[in-house]
Nanobody, 125 residues
Framework: QVQLVESGGGLVQAGGSLRLSCAAS????????MGWFRQAPGKEREFVAA????????FYADSVKGRFTISRDNAKTTVYLQMNSLKPEDTAVYFC??????????????????WGRGTQVTVSS
């Protein structure tokens, strides 16, 4: 059974930083693309960042480019999202997702196979 468990969310002031972690189990982590998505109240879930199964390719939403960094540690079966220069508009529940098939380069909302339960990030102004 695949499990994705996010952690690291919290309350931070604008301009601050947080590092989210997503620990994966039950899948051959090394061969699956991983991604982060977020959902603010009253809004649809949106793409934030993704990393290919090899780790050689990363993808970012324009709204976070230059501020957020996605990375993965295959030995720990964990994917991270380093968030710097946080803004109030980054406030949302952040979800981790894995691709539905191995060797996929970029996981999207439509192609995600498994989701975590999310972690709340709140940025105060």
């Amino acid at each position: 059974q695949v499990q994705l468990v996010e952690s690291g969310g919290g309350l931070v002031q604008a301009g601050g930083s947080l590092r989210l972690s997503c620990a994966a189990s039950g899948l051959a982590f090394t061969y699956f693309g991983m991604g982060w998505f977020r959902q603010a109240p009253g809004k649809e879930r949106e793409f934030v960042a993704a990393i290919s199964w090899s780790g050689s390719s990363t993808f970012y939403a324009d709204s976070v480019k230059g501020r957020f960094t996605i990375s993965r540690d295959n030995a720990k079966t964990t994917v991270y999202l380093q968030m710097n220069s946080l803004k109030p508009e980054d406030t949302a529940v952040y979800f981790c997702a894995s691709s539905s098939k191995p060797l996929e380069v970029q996981v999207t909302k439509e192609t995600a196979g498994h989701w975590g339960r999310g972690t709340q990030v709140t940025v105060s102004s």
